[in-house]
């Protein structure tokens, strides 16, 4: 069982930039590839970017590339998505996935541990 508890998210002005984390209860979590989700109000939870177990492998949906950078830190438990350049768009509840096969993975179903998400808010 992997507990998984997300942190940083907020009000920000549109540019702004944002560091969430994630930290993961769990002992072997170098055997887990780590994602980053998120779900606006009336839109399904969609993939924003994932990691690989040691860090070597990211993959970014086109809406985040050259804005949001993921990395790994096996040693604190943790996984960051920093935000940068934030627009009103980006304006959703992050989640982060575990998934105990390694890679990186854009389907919510390949990932079966959750936290319970942090809410960003980007104003205009």
């Known amino acids: 069982q992997v507990q998984l508890v997300e942190s940083g998210g907020g009000l920000v002005q549109a540019g702004g930039s944002l560091r969430l984390s994630c930290a993961a209860s769990?002992?072997?979590?170098?055997?887990?590839?780590m994602g980053w989700f998120r779900q606006a109000p009336g839109k399904e939870r969609e993939f924003v970017t994932a990691i690989s177990r040691m860090g070597g492998r990211t993959y970014y949906a086109d809406s985040v590339k050259g804005r949001f950078t993921i990395s790994r830190d096996n040693a604190k438990n943790t996984v960051y998505l920093q935000m940068n350049s934030l627009k009103v768009e980006d304006t959703a509840v992050y989640y982060c996935g575990s998934s105990p096969n390694d890679g990186w993975y854009s389907n919510p179903t390949d990932y079966p541990y959750w936290g319970q998400g942090t809410q960003v808010t980007v104003s205009s």
């Open positions: 769990v002992r072997t979590y170098g055997r887990y590839s």
